[in-house]
């Protein structure tokens, strides 16, 4: 559901911004008004003595007159206005959407300094991010490792995609960019939103649009598969933003082959990753961050940036001022006449 129309910042644009060239014809409107003024003194001069000139045509008309005058043009000005369908900034809730979690299961995620180890964390907060999205959206799963796969399809069945989730394990490598292509395959067909060739058939409310978003969880950066740039390029080209989350502290170390190795996070790719595909990018160092984090994704991807219509509020607001010019000037003249 929208918000109220002015509830977001102002910042009026138009749908049919051709019409205000109406605009004219009502600075042609107080142009005559003014004109008319003048040439009614005139002809009055013409056949009245200068005694009774004053009587018939004081040299300053009524107050009255010229606000009604100011009010009636007010009200065709909002005429024209609501006539170029002005719309201002909003919000409305998206009724379908993909999200494809990505999560590093490298062998650096079985660190715990997130406790009880970073991958078991990413994992529980991944399962409560999918239980706040609304039932109407696919969810998918992919992991990161060096082999990256889909571990399961995008689907509204969140339990069963949260169940999947419990099948993620650590083995070594890392390949984001190769993730990347992995969940931009696994979207379904029609999922990613497209731009109408011309003279098509008009596209659908964004609300209603198909959109599509990658969540990639990392604690580092790629260390097998295509490179990143590769990914972010198509990210790109199927304007699928990618938004990621550097997971862990810089103080981790994991054992490897007998011997223990330090593991601290690496942000810089991931942020890179972000800002290539117009995604927004996030650091958590413990489990409550990164529920934060998931949080802010949710309600990001729920809702949908919209131009709200809102030429009945300029349309009701020049009737009302019609209204009231009209009805001033029948009481004090018998006529809706101003001149």
Do not use: C
């Not at 198509?234 to 490897?256: K, M």
């Amino acid at each position: 559901m929208a918000g109220f129309p002015f509830s977001a910042t102002l910042a009026l644009d138009f749908a049919a911004p051709s019409r205000l060239w109406l605009l004219v014809a009502a600075g042609a409107l107080v142009v005559a008004y003014a004109v008319m003024q003048f040439r009614r003194r005139r002809d009055a001069a013409k056949f009245a003595s200068p005694a009774l000139l004053p009587l018939l045509t004081p040299a300053r008309a009524p107050w009255w007159r010229h606000a009604v005058a100011v009010v009636f043009a007010a009200g065709v000005v909002l005429s024209i206005v609501a006539a170029a369908e002005p719309t201002v900034p909003a919000i409305a809730e998206r009724d379908q959407a993909t999200v494809v979690l990505a999560i590093d299961t490298s062998d650096s995620m079985k660190a715990t300094d997130v406790s009880p180890s970073r991958l078991a964390a990413a994992v529980a907060a991944a399962k409560s991010f999918i239980s706040e999205l609304p039932s109407t959206f696919s969810v998918g799963i992919v992991s990161a490792d060096a082999s990256p796969e889909v571990v399961v399809a995008p689907s509204t069945d969140h339990q069963a995609v949260q169940v999947a989730l419990d099948r993620l394990a650590t083995s070594p490598g890392t390949a984001l960019g190769e993730a990347i292509f992995t969940a931009l395959n696994a979207l379904p067909v029609g999922s990613t939103p497209a731009t109408p060739a011309g003279g098509g058939q008009a596209s659908p409310s964004p609300e209603k649009a198909p959109a599509a978003r990658i969540v990639l969880l990392s604690d580092g950066k790629s260390t097998a598969g295509r490179s990143d740039d590769d990914a972010i390029a198509a990210a790109r080209a199927a304007n699928v933003p990618v938004s990621t989350i550097a997971f862990g502290t810089d103080n981790a170390s994991v054992e490897s082959a007998g011997q223990i190795v330090q593991v601290p996070v690496d942000a810089s790719a991931l942020q890179g990753i972000a800002d290539g595909t117009g995604g927004k990018f996030f650091t958590a160092a413990s489990t409550d961050e990164l529920r934060t984090v998931y949080a802010d994704i949710n309600a990001e991807v729920k809702v949908v940036a919209i131009d709200e219509g809102v030429a009945e509020w300029f349309a009701g607001a020049a009737l009302i001022l019609l209204l009231v010019a009209s009805l001033v000037s029948m009481l004090r003249t018998g006529r809706v006449v101003w001149t």
